[in-house]
Structures are given as structure tokens and as C-alpha cells.
């Protein structure tokens, strides 16, 4: 091979390292077997994975491979399985790339452009490079032969893996959303992101639990927001002008003079009119106009300087933990959190770079939020309870708060929301919804399987996302990932960890009772009427026909811990409402008249576009900007971690460190 050959085997065998390493979780210099299983997982080496562990654990008797065992060992025994797998297919096309590789690597032919058309279909079409010197008169040839043929395999096995890579086509759902509900399959580039993951040492708090956990691949804890939809380009939009223009000109020739003289001049004048209102400072516009490229921090700034906190905040409680139970009108919750966090410049637990999930949903580590040079105030992003794992983050009179809803229509909202129906195929059905039930085990296996893997959201393979999420939510142990406890079959156990929450949870709020439960976690926090105000976001849109009871009992024995979850915490919710009596009762009316003045008001706002205006209330002041702070479209998660940014970069400059 000439120097460039040389250069690429070895860029190969720097990323085979570097996704060899990212499966080093503890930094220790070699893998466990649960760990090679991950590393053949993510070289889409499925079908190998138990021959490839075995063979390497027998030659090196011992369970601890380190990289060198893993190369030399690892080429051997797929060099054998790719040669069998290939003369058994017959694959004409592929057995010639791996023999021409193997079996005769001194010799190197041009690949045939119109053959790698016609067969198109076959899973790879491997050409080999014209050498005008034979191999074997190249000086050293003798000395290096067996690296160079390890070394020439590795980089055909990731030209396979990009390849396979490339048949993948997953669809991403584009529009508006916050929150994507597709994924996309491993690439490249995610080499870097799970560098990124690992670099970080585990801390001596963590490392009971993060072993049991950690048995998939950590590219799974990753969950990124999805790309928004391409913009408009310049053409298109000048081709929309020309096109305006010419159907204006049409009209004016074609039109009578009373209407050239009179209508037309009063049509421009109109016309004038809003295209002058739309570049005013007065609507949500101007703050897309108020920022800059050049400062990430310039939407942050804006935001400070308009919306504030005119309430006298010496009694109230900032120290608080949201427990997110997926679906359950949490966003909703979580908005009006963070714009409480945000007026207060409070320090928040939040997800590294631009993730969502706070290792969701599995258990909270180190490697999956920011770090911080002293104790968290809150924490409102989806992360997976745990008394162990967030207590000694927090002071310690922090609140942890969580809310829950009735599980048949929680069932509902997830079977949709996470396209279950989609992934597994139903789309014919007549009702999807009950063709599953009757058939959940079947589904269910389709759903989890790692072929539906490219099509399924910051969803790992094993989740279940019907069966008693609400609890999962809560950390109670139920045998995800497969190696951890499930005591879902032991009744018992399950009602002495409900009396374990019902003691460690300030509030559990009830989406039935969802105003209700508001006026109580702002008599909890001591807060004021203003911070709990808010707006529905991210509704479902689906059918909320009847079901017979029939149906709905297979679903109560599939989650049947979620029920009692939900049964528990609903009386006690019962219970503290009629205890609260005629006081309760009278707050409670007040604050739904200052949410339909306040809707009202802001409704009146995005209609007119005028921010500056204000609605003075008795118990506080509401300005137009803070209807515009509380809207959809605003992302709070996205500013909190651009301020965490900023403040970061000062204090901590090592935060964002490069492998």
C-alpha cells in the first residue's frame, strides 16, 4: 500500500478506537462482555455479536478485553463468519470484495461503473484499486502483510456499516413541534457525540446504580431536538414576486377605468399600509428581529429586560423538583416553571448541549446534565425519579413535585403521541387502539425491536411506552433497563413504594383536577397567582370516542401499576380538596377568573400585536410581553440553556472538552 492507503487503514482503525472507547464507560482501558455486546451493537454487528463476544473471551480467558485483544481477535473471526456468511448467499458481488481482500490481497482491480448500476440492489458492490507495482515488490510487504489485510478489513467493515447505513430512510415529522417524534439511524457523525458522553469520569455517588443501568448502547441517552423544516430560498421567493406582480398586471389591464381610477389606488394604499405595520416593533416580530448572529445571548437579554418579577418574593420557596411523568400535561406545568426560574435567575439542573431528556428514560447520570460549581435550585426536564440519584444535588429543603393523570386516557395520549400505531403497521386497521390490545404482545415485540430502532424517538430497545410509564417515571424498579428489579408481580412491594413517594413528594398533582392542583402547588411554594398562570401546549389530536369496559380491562391488567398509582394519589388529592373547605374553594374560583381575564387578555394581544399594553389586575400587573413570554412558540428550555452557556463558559472553561 502507498502512503495514502496507509493513512486511510489507519483513520479507520482512529474510529474503530474511538467507537471502542466510547463504550469504555468507566475509562478503565477495556470492556466488560455487557460492554462488547454494546460495542457489536453499535457496528450493526447483531447477528455476530454472541460468536464475536465468545470467540474473544475464550482466546483471552478472562471477561476484560482491552483494544488490541478486540482488533486482532475481532478481524479473525469475522474474516471466517463474512467468508462462510458470503459463499452460503452466493453473493457473487460481495464474495469478490472480501476474497480480493483476504484471500489475494496482492492483487487489485478497477471496480466496473456499469456493473455497480445494474446491480444496484445487492448489499455491496466493493472495487478494488488499480496498482501499478505488485504488492508483494514493495519493500516491507513480507513484514506487514497480516496487519495490512486486519487492517484493510477493518476499513471494509466500516464501508459496510455506511453503506447499511445509507439503505435506512426513517422519516422525521417536520412542522412547528418542540418535540420530533422520530429518530434517525446511527451516523458518523455521532462518533463525536459519544465522545463527548464519555469523557466525563463516573462520580463515587453514581457508581451503585450506573453499572446496572448502563447495558445499552449510550447513544440511546442522547436526545436532541429534530431539525426544523429548510426555509424558503431567495429563488423561490423572487419567483413568488414576479408571480404577484404579474397577476397585478394583468388585473389593471384587464379592469375598467372606474376601477383603475377609484378601487385600485385604495387596494395600494392598504397594501402599504400592512406591509409598513409588519416591520413595526409593536408584535412577537421584534424579537426575532432583536437578535443578533453574534451573540447567543442577545433573545436571553431581550427577554430579561421585559419580562420581570413585580411580586414581593421574600416568603416564596425557589428550591423545587418536576418529575415529568411523559404525556400527563407536563409541558404545560414545566413552561410556567421555567419562566418562574427564568424572572429569578435561579440555577437549573438542565440537559448538556441542546439535549431534551435528562437521560430518560433511564436513571439520571452525571454525563447527561451540565455541571455546576454549587447546589441546583430546580430541575423541570424529563428525568427518571430517583431519592439517591438528585438528593445530593439539591439543598435540602427542596420540594419535589410530580403530576399524574387517570391511565386509560394516559394510554391514549402515548399510543398516538409515540406513532405506536404507525411503527407497528396499523395504519388499516379499523381501530388501531383496540387492534392492539387484542393483539399486545405481538405489537408490543414489534414496537421494542431494534429494526423499529431508526423509526422510533429517544426510544431505547426494550422500552415499553404502554405499560406502567407513569411509574416508570417515578423510578419505581420495573425491570428496565433488563437487568434492574421488577416488582410489578409483587403487590406488596408496589404499595410499600407508593407509601415511599407519598413521603418523599410535596405535591403529586392530578390532571383531572388540574386547576385544583395549581392553586396547591402555589400554596406549597408560596407563590403568587401571576407565576402560576398559564396556557396550553402541546395538546394531542386524537379520537376520544368511548371504549367498552371490556377493552379498557385488558389494558388494566397490561399497566395494572399505573392504576394503582393513580387510584392512591387521586383520593389523597380528594382528600386534601375537601379538607381545604370554603377557603380552598374560594381560591380556587379566584384563580380561574384571573386565567380567563389573563387568556383574554393575552388573546386580545397576539390580535392586535400591541406588547406594550398592560392588564392590571388586583393581585398583579400583566404586561403584553408576558403574554408573549408565556406563548408555544417561545422555547424557555432552549434560553435557560443559552444563559448556561454564557455562565459556563465563564466559570468552568473546561466544560466543553474535545477528545
Same mark, same amino acid.
Request: hydrophobic fraction near 35%.
Given at each position: 500500500?502507498?502512503?495514502? %492507503?496507509?493513512?486511510?487503514?489507519?483513520?479507520?482503525?482512529?474510529?474503530?478506537?474511538?467507537?471502542?472507547?466510547?463504550?469504555?464507560?468507566?475509562?478503565?482501558?477495556?470492556?466488560?462482555?455487557?460492554?462488547?455486546?454494546?460495542?457489536?451493537?453499535?457496528?450493526?454487528? %447483531?447477528?455476530?455479536?454472541?460468536?464475536?463476544?465468545?470467540?474473544?473471551?475464550?482466546?483471552?480467558?478472562?471477561?476484560?478485553?482491552?483494544?488490541?485483544?478486540?482488533?486482532?481477535?475481532?478481524?479473525?473471526?469475522?474474516?471466517?463468519?463474512?467468508?462462510?456468511?458470503?459463499?452460503?448467499?452466493?453473493?457473487?458481488?460481495?464474495?469478490?470484495?472480501?476474497?480480493?481482500?483476504?484471500?489475494?490481497?496482492?492483487?487489485?482491480?478497477?471496480?466496473?461503473?456499469?456493473?455497480?448500476?445494474?446491480?444496484?440492489?445487492?448489499?455491496?458492490?466493493?472495487?478494488?484499486?488499480?496498482?501499478?507495482?505488485?504488492?508483494?515488490?514493495?519493500?516491507?510487504?513480507? +513484514?506487514?502483510?497480516?496487519?495490512?489485510?486486519?487492517?484493510?478489513?477493518?476499513?471494509?467493515?466500516?464501508?459496510?456499516?455506511?453503506?447499511?447505513?445509507?439503505?435506512?430512510?426513517?422519516?422525521?415529522?417536520?412542522?412547528?413541534?418542540?418535540?420530533?417524534?422520530?429518530?434517525?439511524?446511527?451516523?458518523?457523525?455521532?462518533?463525536?457525540?459519544?465522545?463527548?458522553?464519555?469523557?466525563? =469520569?463516573?462520580?463515587?455517588?453514581?457508581?451503585?446504580?450506573?453499572?446496572?443501568?448502563?447495558?445499552?448502547?449510550?447513544?440511546?441517552?442522547?436526545?436532541?431536538?429534530?431539525?426544523?423544516?429548510? +426555509? +424558503?430560498?431567495?429563488?423561490?421567493?423572487?419567483?413568488?414576486?414576479?408571480?404577484?406582480?404579474?397577476?397585478?398586471?394583468?388585473?389593471?389591464?384587464?379592469?375598467?377605468?372606474?376601477?383603475?381610477?377609484?378601487?385600485?389606488?385604495?387596494?395600494?394604499?392598504?397594501?402599504?399600509?400592512?406591509?409598513?405595520?409588519?416591520?413595526?416593533?409593536?408584535?412577537?416580530?421584534?424579537?426575532?428581529?432583536?437578535?443578533?448572529?453574534?451573540?447567543?445571548?442577545?433573545?436571553?437579554?431581550?427577554?430579561?429586560?421585559?419580562?420581570?418579577?413585580?411580586?414581593?418574593?421574600?416568603?416564596?420557596?425557589?428550591?423545587?423538583?418536576?418529575?415529568?411523568?411523559?404525556?400527563?400535561?407536563?409541558?404545560?406545568?414545566?413552561?410556567?416553571?421555567?419562566?418562574?426560574?427564568?424572572?429569578?435567575?435561579?440555577?437549573?439542573?438542565?440537559?448538556? %448541549?441542546? =439535549?431534551?431528556?435528562?437521560?430518560?428514560?433511564?436513571?439520571?447520570?452525571?454525563?447527561?446534565?451540565?455541571?455546576?460549581?454549587?447546589?441546583?435550585?430546580?430541575?423541570?426536564?424529563?428525568?427518571?425519579?430517583?431519592?439517591?440519584?438528585?438528593?445530593? &444535588?439539591?439543598?435540602?429543603?427542596? @420540594?419535589?413535585?410530580?403530576?399524574?393523570?387517570?391511565?386509560?386516557?394516559?394510554?391514549?395520549?402515548?399510543?398516538?403521541?409515540?406513532?405506536?400505531?404507525?411503527?407497528?403497521?396499523?395504519?388499516?386497521?379499523?381501530?388501531?387502539?383496540?387492534?392492539?390490545? @387484542?393483539?399486545?404482545? @405481538?405489537?408490543?415485540?414489534?414496537?421494542?425491536?431494534?429494526?423499529?430502532?431508526?423509526?422510533?424517538?429517544?426510544?431505547?430497545?426494550?422500552?415499553?411506552?404502554?405499560?406502567? &410509564?407513569?411509574?416508570?417515571?417515578?423510578?419505581?424498579?420495573?425491570?428496565?433497563?433488563? =437487568?434492574?428489579?421488577?416488582?410489578?408481580?409483587?403487590?406488596?412491594?408496589?404499595?410499600?413504594?407508593?407509601?415511599?413517594?407519598?413521603?418523599?413528594?410535596?405535591?403529586?398533582?392530578?390532571?383531572?383536577?388540574?386547576?385544583?392542583?395549581?392553586?396547591?402547588?402555589?400554596?406549597?411554594?408560596?407563590?403568587?397567582?401571576?407565576?402560576?398562570?398559564?396556557?396550553?401546549?402541546?395538546?394531542?389530536?386524537?379520537?376520544?370516542?368511548?371504549?367498552?369496559?371490556?377493552?379498557?380491562?385488558?389494558?388494566?391488567?397490561?399497566?395494572?401499576?399505573?392504576?394503582?398509582?393513580?387510584?392512591?394519589?387521586?383520593?389523597?388529592?380528594?382528600? @386534601?380538596?375537601?379538607?381545604?373547605?370554603?377557603?380552598?374553594?374560594?381560591?380556587?374560583?379566584?384563580?380561574?377568573?384571573?386565567?380567563?381575564?389573563?387568556?383574554?387578555?393575552?388573546?386580545?394581544?397576539?390580535?392586535?400585536?400591541?406588547?406594550?399594553?398592560?392588564?392590571?389586575?388586583?393581585?398583579?400587573?400583566?404586561?403584553?410581553?408576558?403574554?408573549?413570554?408565556?406563548?408555544?412558540?417561545?422555547?424557555?428550555?432552549?434560553? &435557560?440553556?443559552?444563559?448556561?452557556?454564557?455562565?459556563?463558559?465563564?466559570?468552568?472553561?473546561?466544560?466543553?472538552?474535545?477528545?
Amino acid at each position: 500500500m502507498d502512503v495514502e %492507503d496507509v493513512e486511510d487503514v489507519d483513520q479507520y482503525i482512529a474510529q474503530l478506537r474511538d467507537v471502542f472507547d466510547s463504550c469504555d464507560i468507566y475509562d478503565q482501558g477495556y470492556l466488560s462482555r455487557s460492554e462488547l455486546l454494546a460495542l457489536c451493537h453499535k457496528l450493526q454487528l %447483531d447477528d455476530q455479536a454472541e460468536d464475536i463476544v465468545n470467540h474473544l473471551t475464550n482466546n483471552a480467558q478472562c471477561e476484560q478485553i482491552d483494544f488490541e485483544q478486540f482488533k486482532d481477535n475481532f478481524v479473525k473471526i469475522l474474516c471466517q463468519s463474512t467468508v462462510e456468511r458470503v459463499e452460503q448467499q452466493n453473493d457473487v458481488s460481495l464474495t469478490d470484495s472480501v476474497h480480493e481482500q483476504f484471500m489475494d490481497a496482492d492483487q487489485f482491480e478497477d471496480a466496473d461503473e456499469e456493473e455497480e448500476e445494474e446491480e444496484s440492489d445487492d448489499l455491496v458492490e466493493e472495487g478494488g484499486r488499480e496498482s501499478e507495482e505488485n504488492p508483494q515488490e514493495m519493500p516491507g510487504f513480507e +513484514k506487514h502483510e497480516e496487519d495490512t489485510k486486519e487492517q484493510e478489513f477493518i476499513a471494509t467493515s466500516f464501508d459496510l456499516l455506511d453503506l447499511q447505513e445509507e439503505e435506512l430512510s426513517p422519516k422525521f415529522v417536520m412542522g412547528n413541534k418542540k418535540y420530533g417524534r422520530r429518530s434517525r439511524p446511527f451516523e458518523s457523525k455521532d462518533f463525536e457525540e459519544l465522545m463527548k458522553l464519555t469523557t466525563e =469520569n463516573e462520580s463515587a455517588n453514581h457508581s451503585d446504580h450506573t453499572q446496572a443501568e448502563k447495558v445499552v448502547p449510550e447513544l440511546d441517552r442522547v436526545c436532541k431536538r429534530p431539525p426544523l423544516p429548510p +426555509k +424558503k430560498g431567495k429563488q423561490q421567493k423572487d419567483s413568488q414576486k414576479i408571480i404577484t406582480c404579474a397577476l397585478m398586471y394583468a388585473i389593471v389591464m384587464v379592469a375598467p377605468r372606474f376601477i383603475i381610477r377609484r378601487v385600485i389606488p385604495v387596494v395600494i394604499f392598504l397594501i402599504c399600509i400592512i406591509l409598513l405595520t409588519r416591520h413595526l416593533p409593536v408584535d412577537k416580530r421584534d424579537r426575532t428581529l432583536a437578535v443578533s448572529d453574534n451573540s447567543a445571548l442577545d433573545e436571553v437579554k431581550y427577554w430579561e429586560e421585559r419580562v420581570s418579577n413585580d411580586i414581593n418574593t421574600s416568603s416564596e420557596r425557589t428550591n423545587f423538583v418536576f418529575i415529568k411523568c411523559m404525556k400527563c400535561a407536563t409541558q404545560t406545568v414545566a413552561n410556567a416553571l421555567r419562566r418562574f426560574a427564568f424572572t429569578r435567575r435561579l440555577n437549573v439542573l438542565l440537559p448538556r %448541549d441542546n =439535549n431534551i431528556y435528562l437521560g430518560w428514560p433511564y436513571l439520571m447520570d452525571k454525563v447527561d446534565y451540565r455541571p455546576s460549581d454549587k447546589k441546583f435550585n430546580c430541575l423541570m426536564e424529563h428525568a427518571i425519579y430517583s431519592r439517591n440519584i438528585m438528593k445530593p &444535588l439539591f439543598p435540602s429543603d427542596t @420540594k419535589y413535585i410530580t403530576i399524574i393523570r387517570e391511565p386509560w386516557s394516559h394510554f391514549q395520549s402515548t399510543f398516538y403521541y409515540f406513532k405506536v400505531h404507525v411503527i407497528t403497521d396499523m395504519n388499516n386497521a379499523l381501530d388501531p387502539l383496540v387492534e392492539y390490545l @387484542k393483539q399486545i404482545r @405481538k405489537y408490543e415485540a414489534i414496537y421494542k425491536h431494534h429494526n423499529s430502532y431508526p423509526y422510533r424517538y429517544c426510544i431505547p430497545d426494550g422500552f415499553s411506552v404502554t405499560k406502567n &410509564l407513569l411509574s416508570h417515571c417515578l423510578g419505581m424498579p420495573l425491570g428496565f433497563p433488563e =437487568n434492574r428489579t421488577d416488582i410489578s408481580h409483587n403487590e406488596a412491594s408496589v404499595y410499600s413504594y407508593l407509601k415511599q413517594l407519598d413521603g418523599e413528594f410535596g405535591l403529586v398533582m392530578i390532571m383531572e383536577y388540574f386547576d385544583e392542583s395549581m392553586v396547591f402547588l402555589k400554596k406549597l411554594m408560596r407563590w403568587s397567582f401571576k407565576d402560576i398562570v398559564y396556557e396550553k401546549v402541546n395538546v394531542g389530536n386524537y379520537s376520544t370516542e368511548p371504549y367498552p369496559d371490556s377493552i379498557k380491562d385488558i389494558h388494566k391488567k397490561w399497566s395494572s401499576v399505573d392504576y394503582l398509582l393513580y387510584d392512591h394519589f387521586r383520593k389523597k388529592m380528594e382528600l @386534601k380538596i375537601r379538607n381545604g373547605g370554603l377557603e380552598f374553594q374560594n381560591e380556587l374560583r379566584q384563580f380561574k377568573k384571573i386565567l380567563r381575564e389573563v387568556n383574554r387578555f393575552c388573546k386580545s394581544v397576539k390580535q392586535s400585536s400591541r406588547l406594550t399594553t398592560k392588564l392590571t389586575l388586583r393581585e398583579f400587573t400583566f404586561s403584553g410581553h408576558e403574554c408573549a413570554f408565556m406563548a408555544e412558540d417561545v422555547n424557555h428550555l432552549e434560553l &435557560l440553556q443559552k444563559r448556561s452557556d454564557a455562565e459556563l463558559k465563564e466559570k468552568i472553561p473546561s466544560y466543553k472538552r474535545t477528545c
